[in-house]
T-cell receptor, first 110, second 115 residues
C-alpha cells in the first residue's frame, strides 16, 4: 500500500509561473513532511519541510501548504525558473521511517 | 544543511565480484542511516535501515546476504553488494538523519553498473 500519493507525475510550467505539486497521506501518525529536489544523477536534496502543527511554511520562492484535516500537503514554487527543472519528491515520516511519493518531474520552459 | 558524502559516485564491476559503497555524515553524528535503491524515473525504494552498533533492518524482499550493511561508527555506514549481477545495476543512495531531529539528508548517490 502506497503511504504517500503524489501528483501530477509530470508538470510543464512557463518561466515565471507557479508550479504546484500535491501529496496525500493516510497515516495520521506522520509528524514530518519534507520535500526533496533531485537532479539527474544526483541524490535528493532537502528543499523545505513542515510539521503538522503549522498550515504553511515559506522559504524564498518555495511554500508548503499543509491541510491536516484533509491529510494533504502541497509544494508551491513561485516565479518558476528553468533551473527549477528537476524531479520533486514529497515524503512523510513517522518516528524513524520515511515514505516517499512517486515523484513529479517538473519542466520549466524559458 | 548537513552533509552526507557517498563514495564512489560510480562504479563498474564484473559479474560475480563484490562492491562496497561508503556513506559518511561529515558534520554530524548519525545513529541511523538508510540505504535506498532508485531505478530510472522511479521513486526511492528503501532497502534497509542501518543502526550504529547493531544489525541492519532490511525491508521485505531485500536479500540481506546480497546487500551487506555495516554501521561501524556514528559517521560511517557501508553497503556491500556481494556477488553482483547485472540485475543489481542501479543507483544506490544513502541518507542519514540528524540525531534527535527530523531532517533526513541524502548522499550524492552511487551508480553501480555490473557487466
Amino acid at each position: 500500500q502506497q503511504q504517500v500519493k503524489q501528483s501530477p507525475q509530470s508538470l510543464i510550467v512557463q518561466k515565471g509561473g507557479i508550479s504546484i505539486i500535491n501529496c496525500a497521506y493516510e497515516n495520521t501518525a506522520f509528524d514530518y513532511f519534507p520535500w526533496y529536489q533531485q537532479f539527474p544523477g544526483k541524490g535528493p536534496a532537502l528543499l523545505i519541510a513542515i510539521r503538522p502543527d503549522v498550515s504553511e511554511k515559506k522559504e524564498g520562492r518555495f511554500t508548503i501548504s499543509f491541510n491536516k484535516s484533509a491529510k494533504q500537503f502541497s509544494l508551491h514554487i513561485m516565479d518558476s525558473q528553468p533551473g527549477d527543472s528537476a524531479t520533486y519528491f514529497c515524503a512523510a515520516s513517522n518516528f524513524n521511517k520515511f515514505y516517499f511519493g512517486s515523484g513529479t518531474k517538473l519542466n520549466v520552459k524559458p | 544543511g548537513a552533509v552526507v558524502s557517498q563514495h564512489p559516485s560510480w562504479v563498474i564491476c564484473k559479474s560475480g565480484t563484490s562492491v562496497k559503497i561508503e556513506c559518511r555524515s561529515l558534520d554530524f553524528q548519525a545513529t541511523t542511516m538508510f540505504w535506498y535503491r532508485q531505478f530510472p524515473k522511479q521513486s526511492l525504494m528503501l532497502m534497509a535501515t542501518s543502526n550504529e552498533g547493531s544489525k541492519a533492518t532490511y525491508e521485505q524482499g531485500v536479500e540481506k546476504d546480497k546487500f551487506l550493511i555495516n554501521h561501524a561508527s556514528l559517521t560511517l555506514s557501508t553497503l556491500t553488494v556481494t556477488s553482483a549481477h547485472p540485475e543489481d545495476s542501479s543507483f544506490y543512495i544513502c541518507s542519514a538523519r540528524v540525531s534527535g531531529a527530523g531532517e533526513l539528508f541524502f548522499g550524492e548517490g552511487s551508480r553501480l553498473t555490473v557487466l
